[in-house]
């Protein structure tokens, strides 16, 4: 079994969203579910195929975030410290092409999103950013197109 690495913060978001799912999402769905069976025939009735449906996508997501969660493995970022990046580093870079700045935090997969700034750490620019330091240039392969970019900065926050 493969552990998954996470920060605190995406651990706590993946146990709200469970918690919200089982707690709120499941009753709705299965009122719902009630509300329509009661309208008679089920075999054309399409307010229960879609709550069915809506049934099974929930529990489907409830069963990945419960396997998710069981297999985390929490590192607190705080702790971290060091002059080469790693996961966790939150990394200032300037494109070597534009001078536009950059800043990403490496994190685990299920808490990625690149428009906060959280890259994953099997994304493209996180594993060209592994183990380099402040000054280094990366060259960076991703779908987009090659970037260039120099670490002007990492952080651990």
Do not use: C
Not at 118 to 125: A, L, N, Q, R, Y
Not at 128 to 137: M, N, P, R, Y
């Amino acid at each position: 079994m493969d552990m998954i690495p996470m920060t605190g913060s995406g651990y706590t978001a993946l146990e709200a969203e469970l918690k919200r799912r089982q707690q709120e999402e499941r009753p709705r769905i299965i009122q719902a579910i009630a509300e329509a069976r009661s309208h008679g025939d089920l075999s054309e009735n399409a307010e229960y195929h879609s709550a069915k449906e809506s049934q099974s996508l929930n529990e489907g997501r409830i069963a990945d975030l419960e396997d998710k969660l069981s297999r985390a493995e929490v590192i607190d970022v705080s702790k971290l410290s060091g002059n080469t990046v790693k996961f966790g580093a939150t990394v200032t870079l300037v494109d070597e092409d534009t001078d536009a700045k950059k800043i990403y935090q490496i994190v685990g997969e299920s808490e990625a999103d690149v428009k906060s700034g959280k890259v994953s750490i099997t994304s493209p620019i996180a594993r060209a950013l592994i183990s380099k330091k402040v000054g280094d240039s990366v060259e960076v392969n991703a779908p987009g197109g090659g970037k260039s970019y120099e670490i002007l900065k990492i952080a651990f926050v």
